[in-house]
């Protein structure tokens, strides 16, 4: 069965194109998923259709293999998770406002019947049905996290301040910006001021979390609170510690930071799932998942910290991927609001700006909501690509974006006066989209949104949803590297006879770390650091793996196969043993010089027998995962890599017949057609009326599509575009 | 043939022309869906096939070192 004309490669069906005169719909309006790298901003007054226009956005992305991290303040977007294929009543009758029915004089059965007709026509309408809302969930799951709450997934936000990624903590700035917007965070939780230059608690905190990650440690709130107290350092700048800030000062800091530990209900911070970006992005089979991080509970200080860290996290991540030209993922904000304000600086200011300003060249689209211009830093509005803006309100909203239309592009010949007349009559779930890669703003009316609408959950409503889908996803896979096999049986332990015993010359003697220093007791065991040396031409592998191999010590020697494998840098080995210790009993055979030389061999001996890498290879894009990767980051890779040679097809494709169709005369053929298959392509969508008024300026179009070619834009997609760049509707050509 | 002929002649000339060059469009049209159409069956990413193998380590280089009694507290 042939997909329908929407369901093309690489493109968003956001809805159809709107002309106002008429106030007739027009041809689709297929959103170019590369357009979105260079991030998008969604505007509208409460009602204008933004939750529909972005949720929509959303499932065409999640259709397209594209995963999303979306921080949700209100509830609104949790919607996402209300799907319904067969669009039965029964489904929906959990979820509709049983008041509203109440009020229509229904009863909640007759209700939720409604709402499914309602729905089920709502789809059709749009060319749209329940195989495709299934289509949805067989692409990506979506899940609804909610940090220091049980009701949906629960995020471990605070388990640890991880130290980032080396190239992070090699680059000044970015440590530098790590480190503000964490302590930042952290005070604005705790309510303290926190003054990058003037605030003394942000300062040591700073100096604190910058040492230890420099070091590559993380640091948890328990050892925060330690070196609060016991600072691993003497001086803050040129002052010694003690007089920049006081013992007694740092105590009553580190109080505060215990009250938060102590805090009833506090665990929910600490349970969960990690606040791993490439975990909440796929799930441990690869699928692209929309995370949802629902922060409606939290109270302001506690939702600015939430938002802080996950940014601060999608920094990081976003740091350590290739470049890419294709969408890899979406960072959507619904309600902005008060997180990236034009003049203040939250603390999560920096990170969302950070995000606006490079994430472009990691194929990371930012969509930001609100509904007022006013709530967005300037910087933020002139970084993205694609403005879509509803209803609005306020002389001063619609100054602000007109505004910025003016400023930052010349709005498609669009003058202050039309901005503005658009502006004020545009109906309930209608858009004007202003895209950089077209040439003109066009209208657009979105689409019927595949998931229920039903407003804002709650978290008892997500806590249904989640017991009603069981939607608790396997926690991520397990690393690839297999390594050796590790310890099955505990050997008995020898017995203890208190002396250290005699050790024969050349056997080397260490000592681990005990947790106490008295009345420590040790046991015999052979230790040895192993490096292994895995390749695999055809799979263009080329690895080496250390360990530490700690094996107990029999009369026979060391039991390889029983030995404990750790990381080889974990391991700390001290050359004296904890004062008054007692030490168990070591044959004497097992370490005698020569027997104890052959233990080398024989471990070298027993890895080679044991130890095997485990890769995962995709023959058809010739890929190799990495050593110790797990299959989601692989699948996830063989996503992008695939999207990217998509796109390199499609534009290809593109290429080859803008050619053959640009012919002469075939301009005037286009007339009263779609012109474009795959309305995906940029080439194909420069010049394209789509209605008979686009048509009609197919002289004004041709002209454009050789300026927009070397622009890289796509000329006025319709007619409404067409008609607001040749001035007054009234003297464009009629309609054929 | 008068000027009004000649000039009825060019119209249905012009006429047979638009509709080849209409067919000839939407042939192209056609062909570019087509081509369309099997890049998305080539670009599913559902459908990629992974293969999961195991590596054994190179004998000749294993390296053991450092190897010591080690005391470990029990």
């Known amino acids: ?23 007739q719909l027009g041809d689709e309006l297929l959103y170019d998923s590369r357009d979105l790298t260079t991030h998008a901003v969604c505007i509208g007054m409460t009602g204008s259709g933004k939750t529909g226009l972005c949720v929509s956005l959303l499932e065409e992305a999640a259709i397209d293999g594209i995963p999303a991290i979306v921080i949700d303040p209100k509830g609104d977007i949790a919607n996402l998770a209300l799907t319904f294929p067969q669009l039965r009543p029964q489904d929906f009758k959990p979820w509709v406002d049983a008041g509203e029915a109440s009020r229509k004089g229904q009863s909640v059965d007759e209700f939720a019947n409604a709402t499914a007709t309602t729905w089920r026509k709502g789809l059709e309408e749009w060319g749209q049905d329940g195989a495709r809302i299934q289509r949805l969930r067989d692409a990506a799951v979506v899940d609804i996290y909610t940090p220091g709450s049980n009701a949906g997934r629960p995020l471990s936000i605070l388990r640890s301040f991880a130290a980032p990624d080396p190239m992070v903590a090699n680059d000044a700035t970015a440590l530098k910006e790590r480190v503000g917007s964490a302590v930042a965070g952290l005070l604005g939780l705790l309510g303290v001021d926190a003054d990058p230059i003037r605030s003394r608690e942000f300062i040591l905190l700073s100096a604190l979390l910058d040492a230890a990650w ?42 505060r930071i215990n009250g938060l530990l102590a805090s009833p209900g506090f665990e929910a911070w600490l349970a969960g799932d990690a606040l791993d970006i490439q975990s909440l992005l796929y799930d441990a089979h690869g699928k692209p998942r929309i995370a949802i991080v629902s922060i409606a509970h939290l109270n302001d200080a506690e939702r600015m910290f939430v938002v802080t860290l996950v940014t601060n996290e999608l920094v990081a991540w976003m740091r350590r991927q290739s470049g890419t030209t294709s969408l890899r993922a979406i960072f959507y904000m619904d309600e902005v609001f008060g997180f990236f304000p034009p003049s203040a600086m939250p603390p999560s200011k920096l990170p969302m700006l950070t995000l606006m300003k490079q994430a472009r060249a990691f194929g990371l689209g930012v969509v930001l909501a609100t509904q007022n211009p006013v709530d967005l830093d300037y910087k933020g509005l002139g970084n993205a690509g694609t403005w879509f803006i509803g209803r609005l309100q306020t002389e001063r909203d619609k100054a602000r974006v007109i505004e910025g239309l003016l400023g930052s592009d010349p709005a498609g010949g669009m003058d202050k006066t039309q901005l503005e007349s658009a502006m004020s009559s545009l109906p309930q779930r209608t858009f004007l989209m202003r ?27 997500i806590a249904q949803l989640a017991a009603a889908e069981g939607k608790v996803s396997p926690p991520p896979a397990p690393a690839a590297v297999t390594g050796p096999a590790r310890a099955a049986t505990p050997h008995a332990p020898p017995k203890a006879s208190g002396s250290r015993p005699i050790v024969p010359a050349g056997v080397p003697e260490k000592f681990m770390a005990a947790a106490g220093n008295q009345g420590v007791e ?70 005698a010089a020569k027997a104890f030389a052959q233990h080398g061999k024989s471990l070298a001996d027993h890895v080679y027998r044991t130890s095997s890498l485990s890769i995962m290879r995709c023959p058809d894009l010739k890929l190799t995962s990495a050593p110790g990767g797990s299959e989601s980051e692989f699948r996830a890779r063989l996503a992008l890599a695939l999207r990217e040679k998509r796109d390199a097809a499609v534009d290809a494709l593109r290429r080859k017949y803008a050619s053959k169709l640009d012919t002469p005369g075939t301009g005037r053929a286009r007339r009263n057609r779609s012109w474009c298959a795959n309305k995906s392509s940029r080439a194909s969508r420069r010049c394209r009326p789509r209605s008979a008024w686009g048509a009609a300026c197919s002289v004004r179009c041709s002209a454009a599509a050789a300026a927009a070619r070397s622009a890289r834009r796509r000329p006025p997609r319709g007619a409404w575009a067409a008609s607001a760049r040749s001035g007054p509707t009234s003297r464009m050509p009629k309609p054929t | ?38 890049l998305e069956s080539k670009f599913d990413a559902g459908a990629i096939a992974v293969e999961q193998s195991e590596i ?16 470990q507290p029990a």
């Open chain 2, 56 to 71: 054994k380590a190179r004998k000749s280089d294993t390296e053991v070192t450092d190897l010591a009694l080690v005391w």
């Open chain 1, 435 to 461: 895209n950089v890669h077209d040439a003109a703003p066009v209208l657009l009316r979105t689409r019927w949104a595949l998931s229920y609408l039903r407003g804002p959950l709650t978290s008892a409503e």
């Open chain 1, 522 to 591: 040790y046991e015999p065991r052979i230790g040895a650091r192993v490096r292994a040396h895995f390749v695999d031409t055809r799979a263009g592998l080329d690895a080496w793996e250390n360990w530490y191999y700690l094996a107990p010590l029999t009369a026979q020697g060391p039991a390889w196969e029983a030995a404990e494998i750790c990381n080889a840098d974990a391991i700390q080995l001290l050359d004296a043993p904890a004062a008054n210790a007692t030490f168990a009993d070591v044959a004497g055979s097992a370490i």
């Open chain 1, 214 to 255: 420099r070091n590559g440690e993380s640091l948890d709130l328990a050892a925060l609170i330690r070196s609060v107290q016991k600072p691993p350092f003497d001086k803050v700048g040129v002052f010694d510690v003690e007089s920049f800030f006081p013992a007694k000062d740092r105590t009553e800091l580190a109080l």
């Open chain 2, 1 to 38: 043939m008068g000027r009004i002929g000649k000039e009825r002649t060019d119209v249905a000339h012009a006429e047979a022309d638009l509709t080849a060059l209409q067919q000839q469009h939407a042939a192209l049209e056609a062909e570019l869906a087509d081509e369309i159409a099997a």
């Open chain 1, 1 to 23: 069965m042939p997909l329908p004309s929407y369901e093309k490669l690489g493109v968003f069906y956001l809805g159809r194109e709107y002309d106002p005169a008429t106030q």
